[in-house]
């Protein structure tokens, strides 16, 4: 598995021919943030143009299907759980869906854009303990007008789900800086991209690998 990061929350991931990808910026979101290639599934978890630019995920024939919106799916034996939780944007509420799946025998969960850590007893059994996290860690500072966890919600929330790895978004130096020293990893490495076997993550609890936007 080769993931890497385009910056805000816009994420490919490559396994063997597939390419999975999350949140990709619309061109309406007039964020510095782009990237277009091909996908075979596309994840948007909020209805908003720095979220949901599925029309940069074509390329040639390659079009992706598109899950956006709580429930279960199952691409190409990929197996995906959506379930609600909240986004907060222009102080206007949104739903935002958290999405686990397994790809590689390695359970995923992408937190997307969330806004806090209410969600209900069943929702949080869903998202448990998984392999690797995917969390927002901005707050206020970072996405234009959304409203995400700030940094030190954002570590206690993902050190409660007992991830192995996790994996920071939408972030910039001083939330960054923040988020690590609360979780207790100021040495956490970063990288340009990150190249992932399930043995990896033996022995892990809660490390932390930060990915360069692209």
Avoid: C, W
């Avoid at 782009?34 to 390329?59: E, K, M, R, V």
């Amino acid at each position: 598995m080769i993931i890497t990061y385009f910056g805000e929350q816009f994420f490919k991931i490559g396994q063997g021919e597939m390419v999975l990808a999350f949140n990709p910026v619309s061109k309406s979101a007039k964020s510095d943030v782009s990237a277009h290639f091909g996908a075979d599934i596309a994840f948007s978890t909020t209805n908003h143009p720095l979220f949901n630019g599925i029309d940069q995920l074509s390329h040639g024939e390659r079009m992706p299907f598109v899950i956006k919106g709580p429930g279960d799916y199952e691409v190409k034996e990929v197996f995906v759980k959506g379930v609600a939780s909240n986004a907060l944007i222009a102080k206007k509420k949104y739903i935002n869906t958290i999405y686990s799946f397994t790809l590689d025998n390695m359970n995923i969960v992408f937190l997307g854009a969330l806004s806090d850590d209410e969600m209900s007893k069943e929702s949080r059994e869903a998202i448990d303990s998984p392999d690797i996290l995917f969390v927002p860690i901005g707050g206020e500072t970072v996405s234009k007008d959304v409203a995400l966890l700030d940094p030190k919600s954002a570590a206690r929330f993902a050190m409660s789900l007992e991830p192995k790895l996790i994996i920071p978004m939408s972030y910039d130096s001083a939330t960054l800086k923040v988020f690590l020293k609360e979780i207790g990893e100021e040495d956490a490495p970063v990288i340009d991209k990150l190249t992932l076997k399930l043995k990896d993550l033996d022995g892990k609890e809660g490390d932390i690998m930060v990915l360069k936007p692209a």
